[in-house]
């Protein structure tokens, strides 16, 4: 498995903007499509954006469409998630995740088998 280890969380204003990073490394990390899922207190952990080995190919949950933007960069075994326009409900703890099967690009958890530890990002209105 690659170890991942998240940073760049913090506390905001409502409309303000985040750049989190996920730091990889163990594994090729372009073995992998990357996602990043967030949890809310007393929520289940929900998926948030997902790109695949190369970088070609994202994916969005509808709540964060036009908001988030996902992107990697393989040379430096990094995946990004860029937040604007920042929302009290986009509070919850972030955590990126890798997932090995790289043919389809999906955002289910279960597919995901490395995780970070979370980086807590906090919206205030």
């Known amino acids: 498995q690659v170890q991942l280890v998240e940073s760049g969380g913090g506390l905001v204003q409502a409309g303000g903007s985040l750049r989190l990073s996920c730091a990889a490394s163990?594994?090729?990390?372009?073995?992998?499509?990357m996602g990043w899922f967030r949890q809310a207190p007393g929520k289940a952990r929900e998926a948030v954006a997902a790109i695949n080995w190369r970088g070609a190919s994202t994916r969005y949950a509808d709540s964060v469409k036009g908001r988030f933007t996902i992107s990697r960069d393989n040379a430096k075994n990094t995946v990004y998630l860029q937040m604007t326009s920042l929302k009290p409900e986009d509070t919850a703890v972030y955590y990126c995740a890798a997932d090995p099967s790289i043919w389809t690009l999906t955002m289910r958890r279960a597919d995901f088998n490395s995780w970070g530890q979370g980086t807590q990002v906090t919206v205030s209105s």
């Open positions: 163990g594994r090729t990390f372009s073995n992998y499509n």
